[in-house]
C-alpha cells in the first residue's frame, strides 16, 4: 500500500525527538536582520568599497617605493669571456701570434645617494600617498553606509506603503459592503455603490504598484549584500525620533573642512603638487652619491695583448687583478634644451590648479553640509506635523462615519477621509525614516560618519 507524501512526511515529523522538532520551526523562519547585520554583510561583497579597499593596499605598496630612492643599491656582477686572438703579420709586420684566452670578472658596487633633491621630493610625495589612501577609504566607507541605510529604509517605506494600502483596501472593501447592503435595503442611492467600487479599483491598482516596488526596493538592497530574502528589522511600535543636534550648522561645515575625506584628498593633492614643482626645480641642482666597489679579473692564458706563459711567476698561465675603489660622485646639469624650465611651469600651473580644486572641495562639502543640516531639520518638523495630521485625520474619518450613519455626510466623504488617513500614514512613516537616514547623511557631509553610527539606529528598530 502506497503512501502519500504527506501522509509520510506526518509520520516522519512523530517519531522525531520535541528539540529536533522546534529547531526546524525555527528555521523555516528565516531571522530578520539589523541594518548593522545588513552593512557587515555589505563590506564583504559590496564591489565599489572591495575594490576601493584593494586600491588602498595597493596605495600603501606605492608608498614604500618611495623610501628606495633613499637607500643604498647594491649589485653584484659576474662574467666570462673566451677571445681568440690572430695577428696577421703582412699588415702589421710583427711575428705571428696566434693564441685563445678566457677572461673571468666578478665584482660588488654599491651606491648610496647623498645629495638628491629630486629623490627626497618623490619620498615626501609617497607619504602624502598614505593620506591620500586612507581618505580614500574612508570616503568609500561612509558611502557604503549610506548606501546600504538608505536601500535599508527604502524596503521599510515599501513595505509600510503595501501594509497601509492593503489596510485601506480592507477598508474601501467595508465600505462597498455597507453601500451595497444599503442600496438594496433602499437606504442609500447606487451612486454610494459607484462611488465605493471606484475607489476600491483605485487602491487595488495603488496595491499592484506598491507591491512592485517593493518588490523592486528589495532586490536593491540584496544587491548590496548578495544574499537573497533579507527581511529588515522593522522600528519598534511608539519609537521616538532622535533629538536634533544641538550644534549649529557652522559648526558642522567647521567639521567638514578638517574631517571631510574630500576635502583631505584635495589638501593631499595640492601637497603633492608642490612636491612636484620642487622635483621640476630640481633639475638645475647638482647630485652627489657614494659609491664603493670591489672588482676581480682573472685572465686565463693571455690578455688581448700578451699570452701569459705557464713558469715560476704564472705557474697556473693566468693572473688575477683585485681593485677595490671608493669615491664620490658629483654631477651638476648644465644645459637640458630649456626641458627643465618648461617642467617648472607645468608644474606650477599644475599646483594652481590643485589650489583651485580645494577651494572648490571645501565650497561643495559647505553646501551639502548645510543641505544636508536644513534637510534634517525640515524632516523633524515633518514628524511632528505628520503625528499631529495622523490624529487629526482619525477623528476626522471617526467623524464622517459618524455623520454618515446619521445622514448629514455621503459616502464620498468617508472614502475621502479614509483616503487621507493612510496617505497620512504612509508619509509619516517616509518621514521618519527620512529623518534616520539624514542624520547618517548630515554625519557623511561633514566628513565624520562612523559605522559605530548604526548602533543608535538598531537601537530603535525591534529584533
Do not use: C
Not at 497601509?164 to 453601500?179: M, N, T
Request: proline share 3%; aromatic share 6%.
Amino acid at each position: 500500500m502506497s503512501m502519500s507524501t504527506s501522509a509520510f512526511r506526518a509520520v516522519t515529523l512523530r517519531r522525531l525527538p520535541l528539540a529536533a522538532l522546534l529547531s526546524l520551526a525555527f528555521a523555516g523562519a528565516s531571522q530578520a536582520q539589523s541594518l548593522q547585520d545588513i552593512y557587515e554583510m555589505a563590506k564583504g561583497y559590496d564591489a565599489a568599497y572591495l575594490g576601493a579597499r584593494s586600491q588602498y593596499q595597493a596605495n600603501l605598496a606605492k608608498a614604500d617605493q618611495g623610501k628606495a630612492q633613499l637607500l643604498p643599491t647594491v649589485g653584484l656582477s659576474a662574467g666570462a669571456t673566451r677571445s681568440e686572438r690572430t695577428q696577421n703579420p703582412e699588415i702589421t709586420g710583427a711575428t705571428p701570434s696566434n693564441y685563445s684566452y678566457t677572461t673571468q670578472t666578478a665584482g660588488l658596487n654599491a651606491s648610496q645617494p647623498l645629495y638628491r633633491p629630486a629623490n627626497l621630493a618623490a619620498y615626501r610625495q609617497s607619504q602624502k600617498g598614505l593620506e591620500q589612501a586612507a581618505a580614500t577609504l574612508n570616503q568609500a566607507e561612509q558611502d557604503l553606509i549610506v548606501r546600504v541605510s538608505q536601500a535599508y529604509f527604502d524596503v521599510l517605506t515599501a513595505q509600510d506603503s503595501l501594509t497601509f494600502v492593503q489596510a485601506q483596501k480592507a477598508a474601501v472593501a467595508e465600505q462597498l459592503a455597507s453601500a451595497k447592503r444599503n442600496f438594496e435595503v433602499g437606504t442609500a442611492t447606487i451612486t454610494d455603490t459607484r462611488e465605493a467600487q471606484a475607489r476600491f479599483d483605485l487602491v487595488t491598482a495603488l496595491e499592484i504598484a506598491a507591491d512592485n516596488d517593493l518588490r523592486v526596493k528589495s532586490v536593491a538592497l540584496e544587491l548590496l549584500v548578495g544574499k537573497a530574502g533579507l527581511k529588515p528589522q522593522k522600528l519598534k511600535t511608539g519609537s521616538t525620533m532622535p533629538a536634533a543636534d544641538a550644534q549649529s550648522v557652522d559648526s558642522w561645515i567647521a567639521q567638514s573642512e578638517q574631517a571631510h575625506p574630500a576635502i583631505q584628498l584635495a589638501r593631499v593633492g595640492l601637497d603633492v603638487a608642490k612636491l612636484e614643482t620642487e622635483k621640476a626645480m630640481a633639475g638645475h641642482k647638482p647630485t652627489v652619491d657614494l659609491t664603493l666597489g670591489y672588482n676581480a679579473q682573472k685572465n686565463i692564458n693571455g690578455t688581448s695583448v700578451s699570452v701569459i706563459p705557464t713558469n715560476n711567476i704564472y705557474p697556473a698561465g693566468a693572473s688575477q687583478i683585485n681593485i677595490a675603489s671608493a669615491g664620490i660622485t658629483f654631477n651638476l646639469p648644465l644645459f637640458a634644451g630649456n626641458a627643465v624650465q618648461n617642467r617648472i611651469r607645468e608644474t606650477t600651473a599644475l599646483e594652481e590648479k590643485a589650489r583651485l580644486d580645494l577651494e572648490g572641495a571645501q565650497r561643495q562639502v559647505a553646501q551639502a553640509t548645510r543641505t544636508a543640516y536644513l534637510g534634517l531639520q525640515s524632516g523633524l518638523g515633518q514628524v511632528k506635523a505628520y503625528e499631529a495630521a495622523e490624529a487629526s485625520s482619525q477623528v476626522a474619518l471617526d467623524a464622517n462615519k459618524l455623520g454618515y450613519q446619521v445622514g448629514v455626510r455621503i459616502n464620498i466623504d468617508v472614502l475621502n477621509s479614509q483616503s487621507q488617513l493612510y496617505q497620512t500614514k504612509r508619509d509619516l512613516a517616509k518621514a521618519r525614516y527620512d529623518v534616520l537616514v539624514g542624520q547618517l547623511k548630515l554625519r557623511q557631509a561633514a566628513g565624520v560618519l562612523k559605522a559605530q553610527d548604526l548602533q543608535s539606529i538598531n537601537a530603535l528598530l525591534a529584533p
